[in-house]
C-alpha cells in the first residue's frame, strides 16, 4: 500500500523571504570580501582619466550586504524567542528529549538513514542547533566587521552623528582580546589584525557550513522521501500520514 | 596628589581607540588654568644644572624664534590642543630641562637613540632631545663600567619618584632572563627593570621592542621576550611603539607630562592617542588610489611609477594605527609610504610576525591552532573546504550505494 501523505507547514514567507535575501547577500559578501582582503582583479593602469572606483564600489557592496544581515540578524534573535509560528529556543535548551533528538538525528545521519528514530514533521534539534552555530558565525561576522569598519570613522565622527561610532566602539571593541585570544595571541597585546584574519578566517567556516547545509537539505530530500528542499520554496513538506 | 592619582588611573582605565577632538570651552579653560600654574611654578624651580640654554642652542643651530613658534603650534595641534595652548607649550618646551630622564637599554639595536642623534641635522625635536635632562643613557654617556654604574645610583636616588623612565629593547625571560645581563654583577635585563622602575615616576617603553616585544619577540621567539607591558605592573606606563619611535611622539609626551604634570590619554595599547589614534590608511596619500582599485602589482611596475596604492605589496596601512602619515620622519621630510614601500605596521604588536610581509593579509601565513605549519588563511580556508566536500562525497556515495542495498532486499 503506498503511504499516505500529509502536507505541514514549516517556514512562514517572512522566513522564506529572509533566506534568499541572506543567501543572495552572503554570495555578494563572499565575493566583495575576497576582493577586499585581496583584490583578485586589476583596474586599467592606462586609463588614469576614467571613472574608476573599484575598491570603493567593492566596499560600498560589502557594507550594504552586511546592512541587510545585520538588520536580518536581529529580527532572527527576536523570532528565536517571540515567534509565533515555532520558537527555535525551545529546542536549544539541554532537556532530555531534546538532547535525544538531538542524537538521533545525528545516528540517522551517519547510519546513512538506517535508523530513524524521530519526529520529522517539525524543525529538530539537530537542525536547530546547526543553525543556531551558523547564527552565531554570523553574529560574530558582524561584530568583528564593525570593529573593521569603525576605525575608518576617524576621530570619532560619522555623517550621521558622533553617536554611531561611540555606540560601536561600545559594542564591538571587546572582539579585539577575543580575536586575540582565538588566533593564539596573548592577552594584552591583541590587535585589529587578529580581528581581521578572525573575520576572514570565519568567512571560510561559514562557507563550510553552507556546503554542508546544502547537501544536508538534499541528502534529507532524496532518503527521508518527504519533499524537504520545498520547504524553502513553498513553505511545506509532507509527512507520511502514520507518523505523524 | 591624590586627585593626579585619581586622573592617571581614569586615563588608564578608558580602554577604547576613540579619540576626541574636541572637549568644549569650559573644558580647555580650566586646563589652561592648570598648564599655566604648573608652568610657572616649573619656572621658579632651578634645573640642576645649567648646562645649556636652549635658547642659545637653537640659536647655534639657526633656529630662530619664528620657527621655533611654528614648531610649537604643530605640536600643540599635534596634542590635540586649541591653539590658544601654544606661548604654553613653547614655554614646556624650554622647560624640557626639568624633566629627569633615565634611559637604559635592553635587548635591542639602540635604533631609537640612533633615530635621535643621527637625524640629518638635528630639528627642534631631535635639539629637545638633547636638553632634556638626561641622567643616563648607556649609549650615549662617556662614563662606563662601575662609574656608569654609580653614575645611575645617583641619578636614581637625587630624582627618586620623579624621574622618567625610558625603556628601549625588549625583555628575555628564557633561562631565567640570563639571555640578557647587564653590568659588572650580570644583572639580568629583567631585575634592572624592576630596580629602576621602582622609584619612577612614570615608564615610557620606547620602540616596538620595548612595547610590545618587536623583533626579539618574533616567532619562534627562542629568548621569549616580552615588552614591558607584559611584566611591569602597577606603574603609570607609556608606551611609544613604531620602528623606529617617532622623536616627534617622544618630545609630544615629555612636553604633555611637563605641562600637565599627566600622562596622555592612552589607548587600549597605553599609546597615547594624539600620536596613535589615527590609521596610516586615512592619512595616506595614496588613499585615492585604493579607492579606485589601483595597486602596484609587482615592485617597479607601471603603476609603482604612478604612485598607486601598495595594498596588494603588503601595505599595512588600513590595520595600523600610527601618526607617521601625518608627521613623518625627519621633521615631515618623508615616510616610508612616502618613498614607495608599504606600511609593515610597525606600531602594532607582533608586528613582524602579523604585519610584516610584502603581500595583502589574505595571503598572510597563520599558524595552526596547534604551533606547526604555516598556512595562509585562505590555504587554509580551501583546505576545511576541500575536506567538507571529501566528506560530503563519501558521505553522499555511502548513502547511495546502502540505499540501492535496502531497495534490492525489499524488493
Ligand atoms: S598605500 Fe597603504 S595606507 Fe596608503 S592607501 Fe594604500 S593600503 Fe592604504
Ligand atoms: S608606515 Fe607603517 S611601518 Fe612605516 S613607520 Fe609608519 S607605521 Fe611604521
Known sequence: ???????????????????WVVAICMVAAVITGLYIGHPYYQTYIADPAVDKYVMAWNRWIHFMVAIIFDVSSIVIAYLYFFSRFEKPYKKLIPTPANIKEFFEVLLNLVTLNRRKKFDSTHSDSFNTVFFLVFHLMLVWMLLTGLQLYVHGLASGLSSIGNWWPWMLHLVTDWTVPVSGWLIGTAAPTASIMDVRISHHLTMWLIITWVLFH???????????????????VGGSKFVKEDQA | MADRIEGVKKLFTSKSARIDTNRGDAHYETLFQACHARIEELKTQTPREDRLKIDDLLEDQGVSRRDFMKWASAVTGMLMLPSSFTPLVADAALLMNRAPVIWIELSDCAGNTEA??????????????DIISLEFNETIMSASGHQAEKQLEDAMHTFKDKYLLFVEGAIP????????????????????????????????AVGSCATFGGVPAAAPNPTQAVGVMDILKGK???NIPACPANPANMVGVIIHYILTGQIPELDSLLRPKFAFGYRI????????HFDAGEFVEEWGDEGAKNNFCLYKVGCKGPMTFN????????????WPIGVGRGCIGCSEPDFWDKYAYERPMADANIKAPTGGVEKTVDEFGLGLLTAAGIGIGIHAAASLAAGKKEESGES
Open chain 2, 236 to 238: 603609570p606606563l607609556i
Open chain 2, 281 to 288: 590608511h586615512d592619512n595616506c596619500e595614496r588613499r585615492a
Open chain 2, 116 to 129: 635621535i642623534l643621527r637625524s640629518d641635522g638635528p630639528k627642534i625635536d631631535e635639539i629637545l632631545l
Open chain 1, 214 to 232: 546544502v547537501y544536508y537539505q538534499v541528502w534529507r530530500t532524496v532518503f527521508w522521501e518527504e519533499g524537504d528542499i520545498s520547504i524553502v
Open chain 2, 323 to 334: 601618526n607617521c602619515s601625518i608627521v613623518r620622519y625627519n621633521e615631515g621630510v618623508n
Open chain 2, 173 to 204: 625571560m628564557g633561562i631565567d632572563g640570563n639571555y640578557g645581563t647587564i653590568g659588572a654583577h650580570a644583572e639580568t635585563f629583567y631585575d634592572h627593570l624592576m630596580r629602576i622602575s621602582k622609584h619612577a615616576a612614570a615608564v615610557v
Open chain 1, 1 to 19: 500500500m503506498k503511504p499516505k501523505y500529509k502536507q505541514v507547514k514549516r517556514m512562514t514567507t517572512f522566513m522564506r523571504i529572509n533566506h
